[in-house]
């Protein structure tokens, strides 16, 4: 469903995550463009090919680090309290939560933690430290860099707010070339992996987006858009026929600009199952992973046919993927997320009120002004 959303009110102010635009407006293009890209992941993790042999995420984890690129420019433009922690409380308990259910569900205990091998592994994967391999939850390695672009951008915000999207994109510039110099070893080249281009790019959109966006004219811009998006995916299916065309490397780009300036031209979908799919689309990426560990062993077991051998496989793993995701969203992670608000809400609270104490108490007051 398409509704009608005016340029003026697309650049009202920032006031809550992900993707809300003054009170209560949201960027839905790119909120279903995360249930896309979570979907492709998915896909991506049947092993199903299309024709040719053709093996795609559909751009998945590339568009989510575009998005994130925008996105952390976007919500820290007018106000940068607390960033860091609002990333970590983000991102950080869900995921705990997601690694420590695939080892009870999936691991055989207590025999594997009773190694120091692996309690080593666990640490280091639930702390998003560099390593060689997968963490614990595998599709966690993605984290691991976003986890190291939010300390990059935190920084960035703590030398100077208004300038930070700059300062995060040249030092993450800078690590890249000192890894294509060769020096830094290890950290240099794994904080180099290719994805890790697609936050400069994103920074980039966020730039072009909010320069450009009220000058675009509307029908073109939509008509453009739209025409872009299917391109790019469209790719994905005509492998076979069509070259393999360096432009694709940009299509991520290409998929969340044209979405953004479809927004911005009022062509916005708010179709709410699309949205809803969105809004679940960390616990989809997540959950995924330990639904397939497990139904991949069932399915050896019982010598069934896997999801990569079969269309309807394939498409019946997909669909209880996303079912998973969304219920986990709905039950577990919105009411943790909830949780974690309300309690910052009552320290924020006991602190002003701490606050006002002190400053209408005068032996208080009389020690301030001595220390003074």
């Given at each position: 469903?398409?509704?009608?959303?005016g340029a003026e009110?697309?650049?009202?102010?920032?006031?809550?995550?992900?993707?809300?635009?003054?009170?209560?407006?949201?960027?839905?293009?790119?909120?279903?463009?995360?249930?896309?890209?979570?979907?492709?992941?998915?896909?991506?993790?049947?092993?199903?090919?299309?024709?040719?042999?053709?093996?795609?995420?559909?751009?998945?984890?590339?568009?989510?680090?575009?998005?994130?690129?925008?996105?952390?420019?976007?919500?820290?433009?007018?106000?940068?309290?607390?960033?860091?922690?609002?990333?970590?409380?983000?991102?950080?308990?869900?995921?705990?939560?997601?690694?420590?259910?695939?080892?009870?569900?999936?691991?055989?205990?207590?025999?594997?933690?009773?190694?120091?091998?692996?309690?080593?592994?666990?640490?280091?994967?639930?702390?998003?430290?560099?390593?060689?391999?997968?963490?614990?939850?595998?599709?966690?390695?993605?984290?691991?860099?976003?986890?190291?672009?939010?300390?990059?951008?935190?920084?960035?915000?703590?030398?100077?707010?208004?300038?930070?999207?700059?300062?995060?994109?040249?030092?993450?510039?800078?690590?890249?070339?000192?890894?294509?110099?060769?020096?830094?070893?290890?950290?240099?080249?794994?904080?180099?992996?290719?994805?890790?281009?697609?936050?400069?790019?994103?920074?980039?959109?966020?730039?072009?987006?909010?320069?450009?966006?009220?000058?675009?004219?509307?029908?073109?811009?939509?008509?453009?858009?739209?025409a872009a998006i299917?391109?790019?995916?469209?790719?994905?299916?005509?492998?076979?026929?069509?070259?393999?065309?360096?432009?694709?490397?940009?299509?991520?780009?290409?998929?969340?600009?044209?979405?953004?300036?479809?927004?911005?031209?009022?062509?916005?979908?708010?179709?709410?199952?699309?949205?809803?799919?969105?809004?679940?689309?960390?616990?989809?990426?997540?959950?995924?992973?330990?639904?397939?560990?497990?139904?991949?062993?069932?399915?050896?077991?019982?010598?069934?046919?896997?999801?990569?051998?079969?269309?309807?496989v394939m498409l019946?793993?997909?669909?209880?993927?996303?079912?998973?995701?969304?219920?986990?969203?709905?039950?577990?992670?919105?009411?943790?997320?909830?949780?974690?608000?309300?309690?910052?809400?009552?320290?924020?609270?006991?602190?002003?009120?701490?606050?006002?104490?002190?400053?209408?108490?005068?032996?208080?007051?009389?020690?301030?002004?001595?220390?003074?």
């Amino acid at each position: 469903m398409l509704s009608g959303v005016g340029a003026e009110s697309l650049r009202s102010n920032v006031v809550a995550w992900p993707f809300f635009l003054g009170p209560s407006k949201m960027l839905f293009n790119l909120q279903i463009l995360r249930g896309i890209a979570a979907v492709g992941v998915v896909f991506y993790h049947t092993d199903f090919r299309l024709a040719g042999d053709h093996h795609t995420e559909f751009f998945g984890v590339s568009t989510f680090f575009v998005i994130s690129g925008f996105i952390m420019c976007w919500i820290t433009r007018d106000n940068a309290d607390n960033f860091l922690r609002k990333r970590i409380e983000r991102i950080v308990p869900f995921y705990w939560l997601c690694t420590f259910a695939l080892i009870l569900l999936t691991f055989k205990l207590p025999l594997d933690l009773m190694s120091w091998q692996f309690v080593a592994y666990l640490t280091r994967s639930l702390l998003f430290l560099p390593a060689t391999d997968f963490p614990v939850l595998h599709v966690g390695w993605t984290l691991n860099f976003e986890m190291y672009f939010y300390l990059v951008f935190a920084g960035a915000l703590w030398i100077n707010q208004r300038f930070a999207p700059l300062i995060a994109a040249t030092f993450i510039y800078g690590v890249l070339l000192l890894d294509a110099a060769g020096i830094g070893g290890f950290l240099t080249h794994y904080y180099s992996h290719d994805y890790i281009h697609y936050f400069l790019y994103g920074i980039a959109v966020y730039y072009a987006w909010a320069t450009f966006s009220r000058f675009a004219p509307r029908w073109p811009t939509i008509i453009t858009g739209i025409a872009a998006i299917v391109i790019c995916y469209g790719s994905q299916f005509a492998k076979p026929w069509a070259p393999d065309f360096a432009l694709l490397t940009y299509a991520p780009i290409i998929i969340v600009a044209s979405a953004l300036f479809l927004e911005s031209s009022g062509a916005v979908v708010t179709f709410r199952p699309l949205v809803l799919i969105g809004d679940a689309s960390y616990a989809i990426y997540l959950t995924h992973s330990i639904f397939f560990t497990m139904a991949a062993s069932h399915a050896i077991r019982k010598n069934d046919i896997l999801p990569k051998d079969s269309i309807e496989v394939m498409l019946s793993w997909v669909v209880v993927s996303i079912a998973i995701g969304v219920c986990v969203h709905l039950y577990i992670e919105k009411p943790l997320l909830r949780r974690i608000r309300d309690r910052n809400l009552i320290k924020n609270r006991e602190n002003m009120a701490t606050s006002s104490e002190s400053s209408i108490n005068p032996a208080t007051t009389e020690v301030d002004s001595a220390a003074s």
